[in-house]
């Protein structure tokens, strides 16, 4: 069965930085690309990084360039969201989700979602 | 990019049809057909229901469908179930390895 837990989250006041992990299992991780999707209360979903198989390729949605990082560990079935910066609007629920192709290209879908872990950006 | 559009609400009762819209542009869902569908409840991780515009993964009945016409996709539920009641969410590619949602709507069945 595939899973992916995610974890990290809780309460950063503006300015600061905190790292997000997504344990993965039942399913060949280094196999495929991976993604973050986050929800701000009220909102709706918004897609932010993805990374491919090997970690060697990734790209972002212009609401994080510059300020969060993707990254993965093959070797710890492990993506990871390094962010920084951290603003008020980045207050949401984050997901970490899963391709179905090695690459970022083609099937622009996520057929796994976790849980989500919980942001909370305020002074 | 802008979000999708979609209605804020739709309701049905048992038995019915219901269609819920996502409008984007010529850069998104008008561009390519790449668009997929998001079942999901309160306390869960989103659940894929449909993807490639019209494609039902394995496991999802066959009372989901989808459908594009220009820049608007579209999500069609036959024979509503009570069990169908959930935030629906669109999603386009819209180029450069980017994907964008719609605002979600959600489903009440009477």
């Known amino acids: 069965e595939v899973q992916l837990l995610e974890s990290g989250g809780g309460l950063v006041q503006p300015g600061g930085s905190l790292r997000l992990s997504c344990g993965a299992s039942?399913?060949?991780?280094?196999?495929?690309?991976m993604s973050w999707v986050r929800q701000a209360p009220g909102k709706g979903l918004e897609w932010l990084s993805v990374i491919n198989n090997d970690g060697t390729s990734t790209y972002y949605a212009d609401s994080v360039k510059g300020r969060f990082t993707i990254s993965r560990d093959n070797s710890r079935n492990t993506l990871y969201l390094q962010m920084n910066s951290l603003r008020t609007e980045d207050t949401a629920l984050y997901y970490c989700?899963?391709?179905?192709?090695?690459?970022?290209?083609?099937?622009?879908?996520?057929?796994?979602w976790g849980q989500g872990t919980l942001v909370t950006v305020s002074s | 990019q802008s979000a999708l559009t979609q209605p804020r609400s739709v309701s049905g009762s048992p038995g019915q049809s219901v269609t819920i819209s996502c409008t984007g542009t010529?850069?998104?869902?008008?561009?390519?057909?790449?668009v997929s569908w998001y079942q999901h409840r309160p306390g869960e991780g989103p659940r894929l229901i449909i993807y490639d515009v019209s494609k039902r993964p394995s496991g999802v009945p066959d009372h989901f469908s989808g459908s594009k016409s220009g820049n608007t996709a579209s999500l069609t539920i036959s024979g509503l179930q009570t069990d169908d009641e959930a935030d629906y969410s669109c999603c386009s590619f819209a180029g450069n390895y980017t994907l964008i949602f719609g605002g979600g709507t959600k489903l009440t069945v009477l």
């Open positions: 039942g399913f060949m991780f280094n196999n495929y690309a």
């Open positions: 989700v899963k391709r179905t192709r090695p690459s970022m290209t083609f099937a622009y879908y996520f057929d796994y």
């Open positions: 010529n850069n998104d869902i008008g561009r390519y057909n790449f």
